[in-house]
């Protein structure tokens, strides 16, 4: 299984090379009893995934993942100095609705550190989601105070575009940028959020590096989807648009048998070994998972070849997922960018 690696830290303090994703922990129609969801993240400490992503809008604004980690820091005390926990905020109380304006950063941020309790420094703090109506710099430079006063450890950006990097990374050090990244969401390599991540030396959080379970081999039709899953309104989940993408699932499976592994750890050693390509930024996937048993299969370290890297390029120039990675709502948030700021 993975351990730390020494060379690799974010916000100064040293991380294993695959994180761990909480979001599943809290936000779902059934939520894992504690207990569960305890074994599953002292199990991904003990695999080496000390890097944890959360979110305040993991839930709603009486459960989601700052209640959790709470709750496990009181448990677990020891815990607290070894996890570096990042977490997403900045949409209005108990909604998904960005909002980057000074008054509701520092609301999402003090709202996290109130949660927390002191059990656990926040060591980052990202807003979700680009606010279209608010030059980043503002949200940012009202985040950083924060930072500055000790209370925060750094700041992060999720789902933003090249440019909303560049302005963000201006004005205050950007600690990591998490966007969706996996053998079927390759976005972030043709809009240039990749490469000015590599320039400016930001590291990049890969979240769904899974394609939500679906490069597993667990899901085999839309039927396997439960009704109230997060997934079910997904395009890519769907119809005619599913079976398209379960060509590359099927595929993949023959890979990984050859490779004597899964298909999901041959999805995330990809996923990581994208990040040691000249040009690259470095990559940290993020699987989630809600037993310690999948756990333990998401945390195997899985070693590609030159070889290996050419034949899943050969698999992947044939194909191209169909279908939307989100709900038509939620798309225009994507790789967000926001007004330029204007202080003339």
Request: glycine share 10%.
């Amino acid at each position: 299984m993975h351990l730390y690696k020494n060379d690799l830290e974010l916000v100064g303090q040293p991380i294993g090379s695959t994180g761990y994703g909480l979001m599943g922990l809290t936000w779902r129609a059934s939520p894992p009893p504690q207990e569960q969801a305890f074994l599953a993240m002292r199990t991904a400490l003990d695999c080496g995934a000390n890097f944890w992503d959360g979110g305040e809008i993991y839930g709603n604004a009486d459960r989601n993942s700052l209640h959790l980690l709470k709750e496990y820091f009181t448990k677990y005390p020891k815990d607290a100095e070894k996890v570096v926990v990042s977490i997403k905020g900045g949409a209005e109380r108990g909604t998904l609705k960005p909002n980057g304006g000074p008054g509701n950063t520092r609301r999402s941020i003090e709202e996290c550190l109130k949660l927390l309790d002191g059990k656990k420094k926040l060591d980052i703090w990202e807003p979700a989601r680009v606010d279209h109506k608010t030059p980043i710099e503002i949200t940012m430079r009202e985040a950083d105070k924060f930072v500055k006063s000790g209370q925060l450890g750094g700041i992060g950006l999720s789902e933003c575009s090249a440019n909303s990097i560049r302005r963000a990374a201006s004005v205050t050090n950007i600690a990591a940028v998490e966007v969706e990244f996996s053998l079927w969401e390759m976005t972030i390599l043709e809009n240039g959020v990749a490469k000015t991540c590599a320039e400016l030396g930001i590291p990049i959080i890969a979240y769904s590096p899974l394609g939500r379970g679906f490069l597993t081999g667990q899901i085999k039709t839309p039927e396997d989807i439960p009704d109230n899953d997060h997934r079910k309104p997904i395009p890519r989940f769907q119809g005619e648009n599913f079976y398209k993408n379960l060509e590359l699932v099927t595929k993949l499976e023959k890979l990984s048998g050859k490779k004597g592994c899964k298909p999901g750890q041959l999805a995330i050693a990809w996923v990581k070994a994208q990040g040691s390509k000249p040009g690259m930024p470095l990559i940290i996937p993020i699987p989630g998972a809600s037993t310690c048993e999948r756990v333990k299969e998401n945390m195997v370290d899985v070693e590609l070849s030159q070889y290996d890297l050419e034949e899943i390029d050969n698999l992947l120039a044939g194909f191209k997922a169909q279908g939307d990675r989100y709900h038509a709502k939620a798309m225009p948030e994507l790789f967000g960018d926001s007004p330029e700021l204007n202080e003339g």
